[in-house]
């Protein structure tokens, strides 16, 4: 959807939605928002798992039109073998400034039983910010109240907004 507003009068305002959600298992690293949580089990994943940033990247490229994170980065690529998300949020930001878009701002919640989030959520901010060049970033947690594997402790999940602009 494009939108025109008085404030942005050359620019088309674009909106963009992200998800993703990944086992805990033993013997993985946790990675969330581009740094290494302490934590006694880590996402399952082709790369570092990190569902925060998977969910930035998917919003990030869904509202330019440029596909997800998948496409650009399968898991079926050796060389994304273990990969840092922060790797892939920079090279889809290259991607989003070459194609002529800035990042107004970004939404996210990330939903896990454990562990606490709230702890490393401004570190995670200024991890990003240094990717992405704003600090327009909200990062909030819930849990899942004990509903399903997410509140069982066997997963954690991510959801993303962003909101893009491009001057025409």
Known sequence: MNIRTSEHQNAVIRVGF??????????RP???GGIKIPYSKGLLAHSDGDVLLHSICDSLLGAAGLGDIG??????????????????LEKIFVLLKN???????????LVAKE?????YIEKMKKEISKVIGTKNISIKATT???????????????????LIEKNV
């Open 30 to 32: 946790l990675f969330l």
């Open 144 to 162: 899942n109240e004990e509903i399903g594997d997410i509140g069982k402790g066997k997963a954690i999940c991510s959801y993303s907004i962003c």
């Open 18 to 27: 992200g998800y993703d959600i990944h086992k805990l298992v033993k013997g």
């Open 115 to 119: 562990p606490k989030i709230s702890p």
């Open 71 to 88: 496409q650009h980065f399968p898991n079926t690529a050796q060389k994304y073998k273990n990969i840092s998300s922060l790797v892939l």
């Open 99 to 109: 194609s002529g878009y800035k990042i107004i701002n970004i939404d996210t919640m």
